[in-house]
């Protein structure tokens, strides 16, 4: 929290985090945060796409603003392109006029498919989880493997904040290997994970 207090200007109105990050899992102490911004009347935004709403509720933990985008998780089928801002009225507010201003607005039918994957979220999260702890622990015995990177592991630098602020740690995990010159080699042989730049769907990808 230290990094955060000594980065504070006096024009600064706004500490936007993301936890748990991408790609290497650090987990923020959103309370400490949420409080670190009271003392200076700065506002709190956290990227919360990675825990989603079932592993993580950053507003009771006194954070002002959360954001999700809602093409991974929230929709979790990989069909829909959209993003949710949770605050207070007054934020959402100032969040709606930008937004009109700027012309983005969701279609009925994108409306609906993200209701459809609401209604099944905290089932599929649930099993995201369970899966990507599964998978973290036989990556942190695999000899090719040096380091997996997921807060569900006791090793995780950040897994006490982790443990502390959230129900479930997430179907996201990232690994490195002990030769990173075999990550080609590693890739072709995959035939159940694809290699793609998305997350929260029904897929696996890597």
């Given at each position: 929290?230290?990094?955060?207090?000594?980065?504070?200007?006096?024009e600064?109105?706004?500490?936007?985090?993301?936890?748990?990050?991408?790609?290497?899992?650090?987990?923020?102490?959103?309370?400490?945060?949420?409080?670190?911004?009271k003392?200076?009347?700065?506002?709190?935004?956290?990227d919360?796409?990675?825990?989603?709403?079932?592993?993580?509720?950053p507003?009771?933990?006194?954070?002002?603003?959360?954001?999700?985008?809602?093409?991974?998780?929230l929709?979790g089928?990989?069909?829909?392109?959209?993003?949710?801002v949770?605050?207070?009225a007054e934020?959402?507010s100032?969040?709606t006029?930008?937004?009109?201003n700027?012309g983005?607005?969701?279609?009925?039918?994108?409306?609906s498919?993200?209701?459809?994957?609401?209604?099944?979220?905290?089932?599929?999260?649930?099993?995201?989880?369970?899966n990507?702890?599964?998978?973290?622990?036989?990556?942190?015995?695999?000899?090719?493997?040096?380091?997996?990177?997921?807060?569900?592991?006791?090793?995780?630098?950040?897994?006490?904040?982790?443990?502390?602020?959230m129900?479930?740690?997430?179907?996201?995990?990232s690994?490195?290997?002990?030769?990173?010159?075999r990550?080609?080699?590693?890739?072709?042989?995959?035939?159940?994970?694809?290699?793609?730049?998305?997350?929260?769907?029904?897929?696996?990808?890597?």
């Amino acid at each position: 929290m230290a990094e955060f207090a000594a980065a504070l200007r006096p024009e600064t109105r706004l500490i936007y985090v993301e936890s748990p990050s991408n790609p290497l899992l650090h987990c923020i102490d959103l309370a400490a945060l949420a409080a670190l911004g009271k003392r200076h009347g700065v506002l709190t935004v956290i990227d919360n796409t990675f825990a989603t709403p079932i592993n993580q509720n950053p507003i009771p933990l006194g954070i002002d603003a959360v954001i999700h985008s809602a093409t991974k998780y929230l929709n979790g089928h990989s069909d829909v392109n959209a993003g949710v801002v949770v605050a207070s009225a007054e934020i959402v507010s100032r969040v709606t006029e930008s937004a009109v201003n700027f012309g983005g607005m969701l279609d009925a039918h994108a409306c609906s498919q993200l209701e459809r994957g609401l209604k099944t979220l905290a089932l599929r999260v649930q099993r995201h989880n369970e899966n990507a702890a599964t998978l973290a622990r036989f990556l942190a015995s695999h000899p090719a493997v040096s380091k997996v990177n997921y807060p569900g592991l006791p090793e995780h630098p950040d897994h006490a904040i982790a443990a502390r602020q959230m129900r479930g740690f997430g179907g996201m995990l990232s690994f490195e290997l002990c030769q990173p010159e075999r990550l080609d080699g590693l890739l072709s042989r995959l035939r159940i994970v694809m290699p793609a730049l998305s997350l929260g769907g029904v897929e696996s990808l890597i």
